[in-house]
T-cell receptor, first 114, second 110 residues
Framework: DADVTQTPRNRITKTGKRIMLECSQT?????MYWYRQDPGLGLRLIYY???????NKGEISDGYSVSRQAQAKFSLSLESAIPNQTALYFC?????????????FGPGTRLTVL | DAKTTQPTSMDCAEGRAANLPCNHS???????VYWYRQIHSQGPQYIIH???NNETNEMASLIITEDRKSSTLILPHATLRDTAVYYC???????????FGAGTTVTVRA
């Protein structure tokens, strides 16, 4: 979905390096999410944010941190990258309403940690 | 969230309708049926969702049985670009949690 963009799309880095993955959205949604996907596995939630001042850990937050710079921007950082953080990373936003919350995903960032 | 059961894989001929079944016999009254798909290594794409009435949008139709224990996603005229893994997800509508199971791998053949 072009309304959710992620940069970079591909990144190769070395063990111990700090890297940042960025996500921007033009959908005007308050909620944003970071997921990772490993080969053959489903998506796992890393962090989520319901608004600029509300950030929460997901099921696999260890080794990651996030920053919600604005409603439209949500960044994921790996403070000291390790090889098992090699994965596909997806950002998502959601359209929260009284009865439904539909998530829309970005195109993904393929991260390789050597 | 209620669990779902989908076939592991299915083939479909290009130009024909693709009917993807999903069983969710333990669905609760406040849980919606959502469908997403993921084309190889791309971000999951929202398709459609519904509570109890049948729904249709520009991508697909969703048919939910009267007892809500199963549903069918219909892609009316499948194209090669519809080849993807399709996920049926049952969840409380405004819950932030979104859990993808194994899904159905749909291959559209020319």
């Amino acid at each position: 979905d072009a309304d959710v963009t992620q940069t970079p799309r591909n990144r190769i880095t070395k063990t111990g390096k700090r890297i940042m993955l960025e996500c921007s959205q033009t959908k005007g949604h308050d909620r944003m999410y970071w997921y990772r996907q490993d080969p053959g596995l489903g998506l796992r939630l890393i962090y989520y944010s319901f608004d600029v001042k509300d950030i929460n850990k997901g099921e696999i937050s260890d080794g990651y941190s996030v920053s919600r710079q604005a409603q439209a921007k949500f960044s994921l950082s790996l403070e000291s990258a390790i090889p098992n953080q090699t994965a596909l990373y997806f950002c998502a936003t959601s359209d929260f309403g009284p009865s439904t919350d539909t998530q829309y995903f970005g195109p993904g960032t393929r991260l390789t940690v050597l | 969230d209620a669990k779902t059961t989908q076939p592991t894989s299915m083939d479909c001929a290009e130009g024909r309708a693709a009917n993807l079944p999903c069983n969710h016999s333990t669905i609760s009254g406040n849980e919606y049926v959502y469908w997403y798909r993921q084309i190889h290594s791309q971000g999951p794409q929202y398709i459609i969702h519904g509570l109890k009435n049948n729904e249709t949008n520009e991508m697909a139709s969703l048919i939910i049985t009267e007892d809500r224990k199963s549903s069918t996603l219909i892609l009316p005229h499948a194209t090669l670009r519809d080849t993807a893994v399709y996920y049926c997800i049952v969840r409380v509508g405004n819950d932030y949690k979104l859990s993808f199971g194994a899904g159905t791998t749909v291959t559209v053949r020319a």
